[in-house]
């Protein structure tokens, strides 16, 4: 049996024990506590505050005009006149391919014409003769002079030279269309800016060869600008041709671009329940480029 000095040592112990272990509960509590995370708001939706009688959906920039130039025939490049970003006008030139033997075979084919031409006239100048000396003939057979088998002999040659000279006029026909072929395979080599626009993309390199309907160049129109979007079906009715929108831009959320609508949709997409609408953004368009996404709000009732 312990003594009552031992006991109380035991005594003592066991209380700083169950102290230490109480004091630690409080410092494991702090440590779990999570730290609060901050929270971004975004501009566009910061900007593009929507009212109550208004919409709010968005769509992506386009114009009417915008397409690669395609090579249409094959050839190997020669000549790169524009770049990235280069402003075009219609039908100014944007890249040539190696022509010198299409040339050499216009020049010929050009020839050929001149010479199909010449004989042509060589041969309606013998029509002339052979007329005369029928006319004659036909005389003097009147006058008992030749024989009528002299008569139809240049009768015959009359004849014979009509056939020559009809047959050099589809010579001469055939010939011009030949050369109007190598002509328009000539122009192929000349590449092209369809319509007024900007260069967006250059696919094509000095001295590449190149396939028929290989990718040159992505030209696009910059204005006018469109921005295509859907609203619900309950908008039947209450929004019409030349009603207003407003467009707010990705880069520029705090300023508003004024939209005119001008295309609905007369028909309802059965798979969203929405019509497709179309408004045309007012110049200037500021920093609005095509193929940018903006948000649009509309008016519920106009």
Known sequence: MLSNKWQLFLIVGLCGVLTACTSGE???AKAATPAATPVTVSPMTAAATVRPD???TSGPLVVENQVDVAAQREGIVARVLVDVGTRVRRGQLLAEL??????????MAADKVRAIEADGKNWAAQLDIDKADLARSEAMWKADLITKEQVEHSRAKVVSSKFEVEREVENAQTARDSLKGIE???????IVAPFDGVVARRYVRLGQKIAASDRLFWVTETSPMNVRFTLPQEFIGK???????????????DKIYPAKIMLLSPVVDPSSGTIEVQARVAEPAGSLRPGMTVTVLVKKAQ
């Open 54 to 56: 208004e919409f709010q």
């Open 98 to 107: 190696d022509n010198r033997q299409l040339s050499s075979n216009r020049e």
């Open 26 to 28: 409080p410092t494991l």
């Open 184 to 190: 328009l395979e000539l122009e192929k080599t000349r």
């Open 239 to 253: 929004i019409n041709v030349g009603d207003r929108v407003k467009v707010f831009g990705p880069a520029e959320s």
